[in-house]
Nanobody
Framework: QVQLVESGGGSVQPGGSLRLSCAAS???????????MGWYRQPPGKQRELVAD???????NYADSVKGRFTISRDNAKNTMYLQMDSLKPDDTAIYYC?????????WGKGTLVTVSS
């Protein structure tokens, strides 16, 4: 079992920044074995969508809507993944979830709310 806990959400004005964290824990797992981890988001009334993902080697992939504004990273020593979000827009308002497929299981956190509003 793997537990994922997101933190760092909140309310911010357009143009502001937030840094999300996703801490992984559990028995009998190694963070480095999670090949690709990702951040997803679900805006109000819409479906969940991929924001960015990162491999254990550090290769990254971003949704077009966040390229150049968001940066995903992971610290394998701290069992933590991050999402630095800059130049936030109202359209970035959503619940942000972290995801970690491992073996035959697909683990999700409970999410953290990000609200961008003036």
């Amino acid at each position: 079992q793997v537990q994922l806990v997101e933190s760092g959400g909140g309310s911010v004005q357009p143009g502001g920044s937030l840094r999300l964290s996703c801490a992984a824990s559990g028995s009998f797992f190694r963070f480095i074995n999670i090949n690709v981890m990702g951040w997803y988001r679900q805006p109000p009334g819409k479906q969940r969508e991929l924001v960015a993902d990162i491999s254990k080697a550090g290769s990254t992939n971003y949704a077009d809507s966040v390229k150049g504004r968001f940066t995903i990273s992971r610290d394998n020593a701290k069992n933590t993944m991050y999402l630095q979000m800059d130049s936030l827009k109202p359209d970035d308002t959503a619940i942000y979830y972290c995801n970690a497929p491992l073996g035959r299981s697909d683990y999700w956190g409970k999410g953290t709310l990000v609200t961008v509003s003036s």
